[in-house]
């Protein structure tokens, strides 16, 4: 059941057995940034009782409660899992979290969908899922001079839409950021032998003096060029991910079919 909110509307609400919605679930397409998904779960839960949300994007998911804190109102992750990253079982036994019977027992999805969120995986290694179609990994680029990206895809399974070249340098760079990845000296230069910082600490200017116009701030305190062709992306981008411990070979560029 889609259920509005003023001028907001969740994709879907879960009803309890009186018909009123016991969560609200906002889905986004397959591999997206749940980030925006979750702020909008916030917005509708600000201006209702129903005490979850749920998020997710196909790939992830994501179980939240409702509490207030004095004057305040906060969302508190319960559960979070990826059907991508763990054996089929063991997130099946995890999503049970979203059974109807558990999320109108409060009570019960309260104290068991934290315990299921520290359940862990065995040793055994997981079998690499299949490459999506028409992409290449990054360990082996061909020639893509004519061809425009639409994704990019990641060792942990997360995917990136994009639109031109540069993002793949971009996205890759907060790829590592954001898991703490990002090992490499600053300023890190692309080539020995070039006289730019790709990634530096602030601005980057020309000999000039003049700040280049094409680049992307990635943080507060951190600057990367872009200004370079399809495939010199496509090798610093792998350069960079060789520099920092990660496999080129598991991360794919998704092309746009011929025509698109």
């Avoid at 981008?237 to 092309?255: E, P």
Wanted: proline share 7%; with cysteine.
């Amino acid at each position: 059941m889609r259920q509005r909110n003023r001028n907001t509307r969740a994709d879907y609400a879960l009803l309890a057995s009186n018909q009123k919605p016991i969560a609200f679930v906002e889905a986004k397409s397959y591999g997206t940034d749940l980030g925006l998904a979750q702020d909008q779960l916030f917005e509708y839960g600000t201006g209702e009782s129903v005490p979850y949300a749920i998020a997710t994007n196909g790939a992830n998911w994501a179980v939240y409660k409702r509490e207030r804190q004095g004057a305040d109102l906060l969302f508190k992750q319960l559960l979070a899992v990826s059907i991508i990253n763990q054996r089929p079982t063991l997130a099946a036994i995890k999503l049970l979290s979203l059974w109807k019977g558990l999320l109108t027992s409060q009570t019960s999805i309260d104290q068991i969908a934290p315990a299921l969120s520290k359940l862990i995986d065995d040793d055994r290694p997981l079998p690499p899922p299949p490459p999506p179609p028409n992409s290449f990994k990054l360990s082996n680029p061909p020639d893509v001079s004519h061809r425009k990206p639409t994704g990019l895809l990641f060792p942990d399974g997360t995917q990136k839409q994009i639109s031109k070249w540069n993002s793949v340098l971009e996205e890759t760079t907060k790829w590592l950021l954001v898991n703490k990845r990002l090992t490499v000296d600053m300023p890190w230069k692309a080539t020995p032998k070039s006289n730019r910082n790709t990634l530096q600490q602030s601005e980057i200017y020309n000999k000039h003096g003049t700040k280049i116009k094409a680049q992307i701030r990635i943080s507060a305190k951190l600057f990367l060029l872009t200004n370079y062709d399809a495939q010199s992306i496509c090798s610093i981008t792998a350069k960079l991910l060789d520099d920092c411990g990660v496999q080129t070979s598991k991360v794919s560029v998704i092309l746009a079919q011929h025509g698109e």
